[in-house]
């Protein structure tokens, strides 16, 4: 019964805005046209709900760093790779809005992979000067892998950069090269001196076969 009456109200709401032009062109408006711009006061209004250690960490990051003019912290802090969020944090909208901002990893709540991967190269294709990252045809342009399967934003040092701590990330998913890797030479690579960037670039494209017959 209760759902009758919620389906009637509803239908008996769109034609009441159907009858009326003016409130119809509002709701669509409403629906819509509500585009989200930057805060005024960055990442002070995302520090409001979102604290603790994740953040602190995040702020002594490479992302973080505010005097480096190609960190996030430059630009538009958080909601340089979040995206903007004036209608997320307004107090009607309670961390909600619409459209919702850029959430990384997996899960429900996490943006398509290729607006995630969109976030990320908007400061790492290298227009701005700095070495391009390649991704699109790497051996990791994959519909389960993102970036955030690998790199880790919110911390000091992201684990998959630093040589004692990369295969440990990198064997997650390559469970069987800890025990299975080949040799190089005569012995097994020491995986915590090498890591393993030291052989594989995996932001690099394949080599392709050329020459004839």
Known sequence: MFRSRRIFAVCALWALLAADAGAQSWLE?????????????????CYVCHAGENMRAMNESVHGNPDNPLSPAALHECESCHGPGSIHISRAHGGRGFPPLIVFGYGDEAAPRSTQISACLYCHDGDDGTKPVTWEGTVHDRMIVKCTGCHRAHVRQDPVMERASQADVCLHCHKTTRDGHPQVGKRVPDFSRMGCAGCHRVHRLPKTSTGGG
Do not use: I, K, M, W
């Not at 408006?29 to 989200?36: D, G, Q, S, T």
């Not at 711009?37 to 990442?43: I, N």
């Open 29 to 45: 408006e409403y629906l819509v046209h509500r585009n989200p711009s930057f805060t005024e006061e960055g990442s002070g209004s």
